[in-house]
């Protein structure tokens, strides 16, 4: 393996070993630098999620009014089928893969990810599916909805819906070598000095990520094959006419795709962990609750699956245990959430675009969560199954959450991925239109499925148009949110201005090489001056020459009572500039922030 | 301020753990290619639990297993492919042991005895399909029958073709050593996996 891994980067240095010396045709070859292909994966994602959006839109267009007359039903059927299966299988999911491939080798001070040449073959799965799944509307494309119910997926659009097993097989397939790739990565190609409770809550999110794609994804592709079995060779697993059960699909089904949402919520909450302390200049609140929530997370995902079937017929005491199981995952996800704003509590905050979208997360993914809360329980879910209100949930939690969270990693990451800034002022610009539109979009929802207005119609009741007309509003808004973002990316790639090694001040080891990263990403085995949260406690020489004076000012301001903390005696740290410096010890400074002092004055 | 010292060429391996900063810190990672291998494997298993579930349900519904008028399965035959694949598992680690011993002729030999084995476990799958008296959409049973069988056997066809690789590399001299055989490692892991599943499978479908 490192043979040929050896040959491949020596490949690299013939065409150049600075990145700036890339070619961008060299985003378009089988590379195996895994910067190059989390930024393959994060720009081919996207295009499928302007891809996923214009069928949204399509899907709004159509309802805006109570009649289908926009596109015929059968058309409809296809558009929110594809939909779905666009933003779920060629976004979030791949999109959260994208980060974490550009993420976590520079993190943990790896030189590239364990597989490398794994790494590129999950990536070049991605596009063939995707081609070949909008090619499905060539030949009629699937009508059944994402989840592709039995029998109902068996009789409508035989041919796309085979299309549509095989593309997802292909993106399973993806997803798993992915996971495996970073399980492997995390646990073996750590920098000697960094511990598991020593990693980016990042890292520890993608550990919970992996975990569940490994064990989830399988029982998807068995469940894909079976029903294969079905449209093309007249078998009857699915088919009641058969003595075959829909419901033993279902259950196949949902083990995969209820872990499949945590999968695609999982990595935001490590961006997240990521984001909000850097930018409110604060150690993070509840690191190892935070770790070990997304683990919980993990395994209560894998056994609550039956609570997408209350209605298929499950037995009462089956429908309490997955209830109850259901409703408990509100705990550790609680967890996650004030760990998040004791973080922010206090700290001195800096609203720039990545921070307003993390906590624009927040804020959305509470409410989807707390919809959550309200779907689990039976009663209320045996009203609303299948309405709008699932909607309005489902677009809570993975545009309010996922999708939320990817621009806010954009806006983050994007200096380290390209060496440029962003635009500050039409980054809120797009905050603000991505958040009004999105509200206006989805909160409407919820009212039309408490009413009763049930999900992939085409034509519904004339007494829901008003509603419906405000939800398409929000949805044009939010086909419009996203050009002032596609053209800040492309504009701040080219002329943005110069971004520095680390324009956040953040103490991960990302930052602490160039931006963008050389291609082995470190000169040498990076040493680990300071945990990766310690904000407020800079011993690091690029930020704690400006920070030990601020600090000493604030000792010196500070009139009251002394609760400093001892800066330890730093170690030399090996850094991009080659030179280490040691920071004198110093006595007892201050470290103090707004929150600190009003506690002292209490 | 001091200079960092020049980059230790030891360090420039893409995983640490042969590097003597490692060593003086007294810490091994595992090795990541075998964990690769590993997780990967309990990954695929987790296809063959699936579709071993979606066959339970399918048996716990049914009011009579197999389901009237499947004809009565022939022991025989299966029975002797399950002791053959078996004992190929033996077999494929004496290879591994021949290696582990420097000896690549002993190994390509041992490797050649599970090829054929695995072959003639095929060939057996083969004979007994063609002589089944249900077909594909005889009944549930049947259905389930074939497409786990099907299944296993795509399996141990690849495992047939991976050790057919390890042969082919194995004709230049000193490719695999006492020190490096990790390929010969992960086929006899995946090997054990197939074999695993089949004993599972074979339980379900044909004892039981």
């Not at chain 1, 994060?42 to 069928?55: E, H, N, P, R």
């Not at chain 1, 109570?66 to 666009?86: Q, R």
């Not at chain 1, 798993?176 to 020593?198: C, D, H, Q, Y």
């Not at chain 2, 083969?126 to 005889?138: K, W």
Request: hydrophobic share 50%; charged share 10%.
């Amino acid at each position: 393996m490192t043979q040929a891994q050896f040959q491949e980067t020596a490949n690299i240095e013939a065409r150049g070993t600075e990145p700036a010396d890339r070619h961008w045709r060299d985003y378009f070859t089988f590379n195996t630098d895994h910067k190059v292909i989390g930024i393959q994966y994060l720009v081919t994602t996207f295009g499928f999620y302007l891809i996923g959006g214009v069928l949204a839109t399509l899907v709004r267009t159509e309802l805006a009014t109570p009649d289908s007359d926009f596109v015929t039903p059968e058309l409809y059927n296809s558009l929110f089928t594809v939909h779905a299966t666009v933003m779920i299988f060629l976004w979030i999911v791949p999109a959260g893969a994208g980060f974490a491939n550009f993420l976590i080798p520079l993190m943990i001070g790896a030189k590239d990810m364990a597989f490398p040449r794994l790494n590129a073959l999950a990536f070049w799965m991605i596009p063939v599916a995707g081609v070949l799944l909008l090619s499905s509307f060539l030949v009629g494309a699937p009508q059944a909805g994402w989840t592709s119910y039995p029998p109902l997926s068996l009789v409508t659009a035989q041919m796309g819906e085979e299309i549509w097993i095989l593309s997802v097989l292909f993106l399973g397939t993806s997803s798993i070598l992915g996971a495996v790739n970073f399980a492997v990565t995390i646990f073996t190609m750590r920098v000697p000095s960094m511990s598991l409770n020593e990693m980016p809550l990042f890292c520890w999110a993608m550990i919970a990520t992996s975990a569940l794609t490994l064990v989830a994804t399988p029982v998807l592709a068995a469940a894909l094959i079976l029903l294969s079995f079905d449209l093309l060779a007249g078998t009857a697993f699915f088919n009641p006419t058969g003595n075959g059960d829909p419901v033993v699909y279902q259950h196949l089904f949902w083990f995969y795709s209820h872990p499949a949402v945590y999968i695609m919520i999982m990595p935001f909450f490590g961006v997240i962990s990521e984001i909000l302390p850097i930018h409110s200049r604060k150690p993070i609140f509840g690191y190892l609750a935070i770790a070990y929530s997304s683990l919980a997370i993990s395994f209560l995902g894998l056994i609550v699956w039956a609570h997408h079937m209350f209605t298929s017929g499950t037995p009462g005491w089956l429908r309490m245990f997955f209830m109850i199981t259901t409703m408990i995952i509100a705990v550790p996800t609680g967890i996650k959430i004030f760990s998040w704003l004791a973080t922010i509590w206090g700290g001195k905050l800096r609203l720039v675009s990545a921070m307003l979208f993390g906590m624009g997360f927040i804020s959305t993914f509470l409410l989807g969560g707390i919809t959550g809360i309200m779907v689990a329980s039976v009663p209320f879910d045996i009203h609303v199954h299948d309405t709008y209100f699932i909607v309005a949930h489902l677009h809570y939690v993975l545009f309010g959450g996922s999708v939320f969270g990817i621009y806010a990693a954009f806006y983050h990451w994007f200096p380290k991925m390209t060496g440029r800034m962003l635009n500050e002022f039409w980054g809120r610009v797009h905050f603000g239109l991505t958040y009004i539109g999105f509200t206006v979009t989805f909160l409407p929802m919820h009212a039309l499925g408490m009413q009763g207005m049930p999900r992939r119609v085409a034509m519904y009741d004339p007494k829901f148009t008003t509603i419906n007309v405000i939800c398409t509003i929000g949805a044009y808004m939010l086909a419009v949110s996203t050009i002032p973002f596609i053209v800040n990316v492309i504009w701040s790639w080219r002329y943005g201005p110069k971004a520095g090694d680390n324009p956040w001040e953040a103490l991960t080891l990302e930052w602490m090489t160039t931006s963008p990263p050389p291609i082995e990403n470190f000169e040498g085995i990076p040493v680990l001056a300071t945990g990766p949260y310690d904000y407020g406690m800079e011993k690091i020489q690029n930020t704690g020459e400006r920070l030990k004076l601020m600090l000493r000012e604030n000792a010196i301001a500070s009139s009251g009572q002394k609760r400093g903390i001892p800066i330890a005696e730093a170690q030399a740290s090996t850094f991009f500039s080659g030179t280490a410096t040691l920071v004198e010890p110093e006595s007892e400074i201050n470290v103090d922030s707004p929150a600190d002092e009003r506690q002292d004055s209490n | 301020m001091q200079q960092i010292p020049a980059i230790d060429p030891a360090k420039t391996e893409l995983n640490y753990h042969h590097s003597a900063e490692v060593e003086a810190h007294g810490e091994e990672h595992p090795d990541h290619r075998m964990l690769g291998i590993l997780v990967f494997l309990g990954s695929e298993g987790m296809i063959f639990m699936g579709m071993f579930a979606a066959y339970l349900i399918y048996r716990a519904m049914a009011p009579m297993w197999p389901p009237e008028g499947t004809p009565d399965r022939e022991l025989l035959l299966p029975g002797i492919n399950t002791v053959i694949l078996i004992a190929s598992s033996f077999v494929i680690h004496n290879a591994d042991t021949a290696i582990k011993k420097n000896d690549a002729a002993g190994m390509r030999n041992w490797l050649l005895v599970t090829i054929a084995m695995g072959a003639v476990f095929l060939f057996g799958q083969v004979y007994e399909y063609t002589h089944l008296e249900f077909g594909l959409t005889t009944n549930l049973y049947a259905s389930c029958f074939y497409v786990l069988t099907a299944f296993h056997g795509l399996h141990v066809t690849f495992g047939v073709i991976l050790m057919a690789g390890v042969v082919w590399r194995s004709r230049t001299e000193g490719h695999y050593s006492s020190e490096h055989h990790f390929g010969i490692e992960a086929t006899e892991i995946y090997w054990h996996f197939v074999d695993v599943i089949w004993i599972v499978l074979f339980l379900l479908l044909y004892v039981l």
